[in-house]
């Protein structure tokens, strides 16, 4: 065995508290070793040991552990909140984009996806616009996490354009210290004194002043904005999310480009959500219609205007903008998506100084099978 390898499961032995040999058990299957430039880093890719699924062990000299954010219930019904919190609730925007940890750990700042990888491309585009200000959080507050969405329309994972993002941005809604979440106020302190951004604060309801909670959503409904996330302001009680009609049909209309893909699992879901809306906003059959004609049209017009695509000889794939800050970030996040398993192709579209243009294209299952459809005449379902 090597020494590296070697010094990795004493170091994870130690850290979780158990023998090397379940160490060992566990590693490559539960728990998946990594590395990023000279940080060797452990996920969690599910939930192990009292762990929670995206929890990170950092494998430096001093190892530390890195909490997965907990998943948020989503309500059906805007009515529900009263059944779940105590006194005060505080309304904040829910953002559309992914999750995304930050640490400051041995001298450098790390971006940590939901799933537990250190993100090549997005801890290099973070470093840039709030290295520092990550840096000065850790000296006055040590391994605080912060807890943030990344958000806009240049990054691999989801884009949606909010114009307070300029392509790239990173605003905050929780800080962690180990697995706990820390009372809302901690992170308006650590934001303004840092120069964080972080998601709106809509309002501070009562729990059972439904009537202002409903015209917040209204609003956000009009502005095409993705939804809430209804948080205690001490998270004595776990969180709830709620998304807007029009977020969860223009779910849909995403997921549809590619129904062997994205469709597939987002359907039924979103359905259901819209299911629950009709019921509790009463919908009369002008609203019925309305909403009927657009979910329709958004589950089959991107579905066949992708096969048409296909048919054409055109590539089914999803595509990105990303901008990277040197070459080497270019190298690593290449690295990093084979690593992962995913199937794409890079093409560089300009490069200047301090500045990669790159566009990413993620292959689509989508692709294989409509290529058979339209070559067999087949139904790839009965
Ligand atoms: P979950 O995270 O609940 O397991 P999911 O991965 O499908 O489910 P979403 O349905 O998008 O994610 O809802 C939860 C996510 O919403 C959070 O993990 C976080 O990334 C994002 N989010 C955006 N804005 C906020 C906010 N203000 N507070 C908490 N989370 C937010
Ligand atoms: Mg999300």
Same mark, same amino acid.
């Not at 940080?39 to 699924?53: Q, T």
């Not at 409903?214 to 956000?220: E, G, M, S």
């Not at 794939?317 to 270019?330: H, M």
């Not at 995913?342 to 990669?356: L, M, S």
């Given at each position: 065995m090597g020494e590296e390898i070697r010094e990795v499961l004493t170091k994870l032995s130690e850290t979780l508290g158990i023998s090397e040999k379940d160490v060992k058990k566990h590693l490559g299957r539960s728990i998946r070793l990594m590395k990023y430039r000279g940080l060797e880093y452990a996920v969690f890719r599910r939930e192990l040991l009292g762990y929670r699924e995206g929890t990170v062990i950092l494998l430096g000299e001093e190892p530390l552990i890195v909490h997965g954010y907990p998943s948020i219930q989503r309500l059906a019904f805007i009515e529900g909140v009263k059944k779940h919190m105590i006194d005060k609730v505080?309304?904040? @925007?829910?953002?559309?984009?992914?999750?995304?940890?930050?640490?400051?750990? &041995?001298?450098?700042? /790390?971006?940590?996806?939901?799933? +537990?990888?250190?993100? =090549?491309?997005?801890? *290099?585009r973070i470093r840039k616009l709030y290295g520092k200000n990550i840096e000065f959080i850790n000296k006055e507050y040590g391994n605080y996490v912060l807890v943030g969405e990344v958000v806009g329309t240049e990054n691999p994972y989801v884009i949606y354009d909010y114009p307070e993002a300029r392509g790239f941005d990173y605003f905050v809604f929780d800080i962690m210290d180990g697995d706990r979440l820390l009372p809302l106020k901690i992170k308006k302190e650590i934001s303004e004194k840092y120069s964080i951004k972080t998601v709106r604060e809509l309002a501070i309801i009562d729990k059972?002043? $439904? *009537?202002?909670?409903?015209?917040?959503?209204?609003?956000?409904? #009009? !502005?095409?904005? @993705? +939804?809430?996330?209804l948080?205690?302001? !001490?998270?004595?009680? =776990?969180?709830?999310? /709620?998304?807007?009609? /029009?977020?969860?049909?223009?779910?849909?209309?995403?997921?549809?480009?590619h129904p062997f893909d994205e469709g597939r699992s987002y359907l039924f879901s979103r359905i259901i959500r819209l299911i629950a809306q009709g019921y509790e906003y009463n919908w009369n059959d002008d609203e019925l219609n309305r909403i009927a004609l657009k979910l329709g049209k958004a589950i089959l017009e991107p579905a066949i205007k992708s096969?048409?695509?296909?048919? !054409? +000889?055109?590539?089914?794939? *999803?595509? /990105? %903008?990303?901008?990277?800050p040197s070459k080497q970030d270019l190298e690593e996040f290449i690295e990093f998506m084979e690593a992962l398993g995913v199937d794409f192709i890079t093409k560089i579209i300009e490069?200047?100084?301090? &500045?990669?243009? %790159? !566009?990413?294209? #993620?292959?689509? &299952?989508?692709?294989? $099978?409509?290529?058979?459809?339209l070559e067999t005449g087949y139904s790839p379902l009965d």
């Amino acid at each position: 065995m090597g020494e590296e390898i070697r010094e990795v499961l004493t170091k994870l032995s130690e850290t979780l508290g158990i023998s090397e040999k379940d160490v060992k058990k566990h590693l490559g299957r539960s728990i998946r070793l990594m590395k990023y430039r000279g940080l060797e880093y452990a996920v969690f890719r599910r939930e192990l040991l009292g762990y929670r699924e995206g929890t990170v062990i950092l494998l430096g000299e001093e190892p530390l552990i890195v909490h997965g954010y907990p998943s948020i219930q989503r309500l059906a019904f805007i009515e529900g909140v009263k059944k779940h919190m105590i006194d005060k609730v505080v309304v904040e @925007e829910k953002m559309n984009g992914y999750n995304v940890r930050t640490i400051y750990y &041995e001298g450098e700042v /790390y971006a940590i996806t939901r799933g +537990g990888y250190i993100c =090549p491309y997005t801890t *290099s585009r973070i470093r840039k616009l709030y290295g520092k200000n990550i840096e000065f959080i850790n000296k006055e507050y040590g391994n605080y996490v912060l807890v943030g969405e990344v958000v806009g329309t240049e990054n691999p994972y989801v884009i949606y354009d909010y114009p307070e993002a300029r392509g790239f941005d990173y605003f905050v809604f929780d800080i962690m210290d180990g697995d706990r979440l820390l009372p809302l106020k901690i992170k308006k302190e650590i934001s303004e004194k840092y120069s964080i951004k972080t998601v709106r604060e809509l309002a501070i309801i009562d729990k059972d002043d $439904i *009537s202002t909670l409903k015209q917040v959503i209204n609003k956000l409904e #009009k !502005e095409k904005r @993705e +939804g809430v996330v209804l948080k205690d302001p !001490e998270h004595r009680v =776990p969180p709830l999310k /709620y998304t807007t009609i /029009y977020i969860n049909i223009k779910d849909i209309e995403e997921g549809m480009k590619h129904p062997f893909d994205e469709g597939r699992s987002y359907l039924f879901s979103r359905i259901i959500r819209l299911i629950a809306q009709g019921y509790e906003y009463n919908w009369n059959d002008d609203e019925l219609n309305r909403i009927a004609l657009k979910l329709g049209k958004a589950i089959l017009e991107p579905a066949i205007k992708s096969l048409k695509k296909r048919a !054409e +000889g055109k590539i089914i794939a *999803s595509s /990105y %903008v990303l901008v990277f800050p040197s070459k080497q970030d270019l190298e690593e996040f290449i690295e990093f998506m084979e690593a992962l398993g995913v199937d794409f192709i890079t093409k560089i579209i300009e490069e200047r100084k301090e &500045e990669v243009i %790159v !566009e990413l294209m #993620k292959l689509k &299952e989508t692709h294989g $099978i409509y290529s058979k459809m339209l070559e067999t005449g087949y139904s790839p379902l009965d």
